[in-house]
């Protein structure tokens, strides 16, 4: 039996961790959704995937927050909005432009629980609840940039909405948790598993965020909140606290296999944690189904069901020859386990190789490194590969046949790798 129709409704940041899960829910719900990306080489093969994604259920369009009226054709026709993308431009600053379009809708904005958590008398409230404010002047002062741009863009969207009689929602969801659609490791999750991952980088900060929430219970208030007539304002979205102890102990007992980080879990003091209120949004009618064990382990799962084993984050490996057959699909299947990848070209002008192919890779501009290097030099290798907890050696001289004999190109072949070699002894 085909679902009822809905209407048509807009996602924007699409291709992002939450909004591709919420896009998800809304087309199980039997919504249509129009999407938008930044541009068309955007990774939403995950989007298109989705089983109700056939037809003209889900469209993907290109814009960009830079240019606010790229998002009108989108917008247009759409019973509602949710506003997902954040980059750190206002989404709000053009005020002055004719918003015609936008009058009759709802718009749902998710903003974050980082807009309501920094205050100065933190240490003497037991309850974070939707009255309270991050304060800017202080988020400025300290540098904490992301709390200060959600917590503006928060505060100017609600200005607009009152200005413009525009009706307005937004959600505050603390950490979010959970399996996810995307084909990278989402930063939340980067951040939330940072103790599985090794990823000393993320320890403290995982180790100062006290409030979780799942994700299908995240997308699922989104879509509450915008069938109920009666929500306005803020709506807090948190249904579990936490500390990175409780983490541990589960992670523990669930994953013995696991090897946490226990001297530096031991160096953190265990604080009762700030609780993070949700009551107005449980008041509408709103339940939480997932608690925090649920959490975890769908995200653990989701990553073991994608064949993600989170075993590269964190550490470093080098691939020699990596503009090859071979090494190209390597440095990519390296860099979707989270591994930060080195790798190697000719630096003979004779045989300039073109590597656009790994460049134009998913988390390639963060992760992958490409060195100059020539196996009749072995020493050339040495910068790529110190440092390294592993090296792939794909390069061989066998592929430079113009201008060398076949004795030579077997010297090189053999003597360029165990040059190589050397460097690990």
């Given at each position: 039996m085909e679902k009822?129709?809905?209407?048509?409704?807009?996602?924007?940041?699409?291709?992002?961790?939450?909004?591709?899960?919420?896009?998800?829910?809304?087309?199980?719900?039997?919504?249509?959704?129009r999407t938008t990306v930044r541009s068309d080489s955007g990774?939403?093969?995950?989007?298109?995937?989705?089983?109700?994604?056939?037809?003209?259920?889900?469209?993907?369009?290109?814009?960009?927050?830079e240019r606010p009226e790229s998002f009108d054709d989108v917008i247009d026709g759409c019973i509602g909005v949710f506003h997902v993308a954040h980059p750190i431009i206002d989404f709000t600053r053009n005020t002055e432009e004719p918003q015609d379009k936008m009058i009759m809708k709802k718009v749902i904005y998710t903003s974050s629980a980082v807009a309501a958590l920094f205050i100065s008398n933190k240490k003497d409230v037991e309850e974070i609840n939707e009255n309270m404010w991050s304060e800017v002047d202080t988020l400025r002062e300290s540098g904490k940039w992301y709390p200060l741009s959600k917590t503006l863009t928060e505060r100017a969207m609600f200005?607009?909405?009152?200005?413009?009689?525009?009706?307005?929602?937004?959600?505050?969801?603390?950490?979010?948790?959970?399996?996810?659609?995307?084909?990278?490791?989402?930063?939340s999750l980067k951040i939330s598993q940072a103790l599985v991952l090794g990823d000393k980088e993320h320890?403290?900060?995982?180790?100062?965020?006290?409030?979780?929430?799942?994700?299908?219970?995240?997308?699922?208030?989104?879509?509450?909140?915008?069938e109920c007539s009666n929500a306005k304002g803020r709506y807090i979205c948190s249904s579990d606290d936490i500390t990175v102890h409780d983490i541990a102990k589960f992670m523990s007992t669930k994953y013995p296999e696991l090897q946490l980080p226990t001297e530096l879990l031991m160096e953190i003091e265990e604080k009762k944690p700030i609780h993070l209120s949700s009551d107005r949004l449980l008041s509408c009618g709103f339940n939480f189904r997932y608690n925090f064990e649920d959490m975890y382990?769908?995200?653990?799962?989701?990553?073991?069901d994608k064949g993600r084993e989170m075993e590269g984050t964190g550490k470093i490996v080098c691939v020699t020859g990596g503009a090859g057959y071979l090494a190209s699909w390597l440095i990519m299947r390296l860099l979707q386990r989270g591994y930060s990848v080195r790798t190697t070209v000719r630096s003979d002008p004779k045989f300039k190789e073109d590597v656009s192919h790994l460049k134009a890779l998913p988390e390639a501009a963060e992760k992958l490194q490409i060195f100059e290097a020539d196996l009749e030099t072995p020493e050339?290798?040495?910068?790529?590969?110190?440092?390294?907890?592993?090296?792939?050696?794909v390069a061989q001289g066998i592929g430079l046949e113009v201008g060398y004999t076949q004795e030579k190109l077997l010297k090189i072949s053999v003597e360029g790798t165990l040059g190589i070699l050397m460097h690990e002894i």
């Amino acid at each position: 039996m085909e679902k009822e129709n809905k209407g048509i409704v807009c996602v924007t940041g699409g291709a992002g961790y939450f909004a591709s899960w919420l896009i998800k829910s809304l087309l199980e719900h039997g919504y249509t959704v129009r999407t938008t990306v930044r541009s068309d080489s955007g990774q939403v093969s995950h989007l298109k995937s989705l089983p109700e994604a056939s037809g003209d259920k889900l469209q993907v369009f290109i814009a960009d927050l830079e240019r606010p009226e790229s998002f009108d054709d989108v917008i247009d026709g759409c019973i509602g909005v949710f506003h997902v993308a954040h980059p750190i431009i206002d989404f709000t600053r053009n005020t002055e432009e004719p918003q015609d379009k936008m009058i009759m809708k709802k718009v749902i904005y998710t903003s974050s629980a980082v807009a309501a958590l920094f205050i100065s008398n933190k240490k003497d409230v037991e309850e974070i609840n939707e009255n309270m404010w991050s304060e800017v002047d202080t988020l400025r002062e300290s540098g904490k940039w992301y709390p200060l741009s959600k917590t503006l863009t928060e505060r100017a969207m609600f200005q607009f909405a009152e200005q413009h009689g525009l009706d307005l929602v937004s959600v505050l969801p603390s950490m979010i948790v959970g399996g996810f659609l995307t084909s990278f490791l989402p930063y939340s999750l980067k951040i939330s598993q940072a103790l599985v991952l090794g990823d000393k980088e993320h320890y403290n900060l995982l180790s100062t965020i006290n409030n979780a929430v799942h994700i299908d219970d995240a997308a699922s208030a989104h879509i509450f909140l915008f069938e109920c007539s009666n929500a306005k304002g803020r709506y807090i979205c948190s249904s579990d606290d936490i500390t990175v102890h409780d983490i541990a102990k589960f992670m523990s007992t669930k994953y013995p296999e696991l090897q946490l980080p226990t001297e530096l879990l031991m160096e953190i003091e265990e604080k009762k944690p700030i609780h993070l209120s949700s009551d107005r949004l449980l008041s509408c009618g709103f339940n939480f189904r997932y608690n925090f064990e649920d959490m975890y382990t769908d995200a653990i799962q989701c990553c073991k069901d994608k064949g993600r084993e989170m075993e590269g984050t964190g550490k470093i490996v080098c691939v020699t020859g990596g503009a090859g057959y071979l090494a190209s699909w390597l440095i990519m299947r390296l860099l979707q386990r989270g591994y930060s990848v080195r790798t190697t070209v000719r630096s003979d002008p004779k045989f300039k190789e073109d590597v656009s192919h790994l460049k134009a890779l998913p988390e390639a501009a963060e992760k992958l490194q490409i060195f100059e290097a020539d196996l009749e030099t072995p020493e050339s290798f040495d910068a790529a590969v110190d440092g390294c907890v592993g090296v792939f050696l794909v390069a061989q001289g066998i592929g430079l046949e113009v201008g060398y004999t076949q004795e030579k190109l077997l010297k090189i072949s053999v003597e360029g790798t165990l040059g190589i070699l050397m460097h690990e002894i």
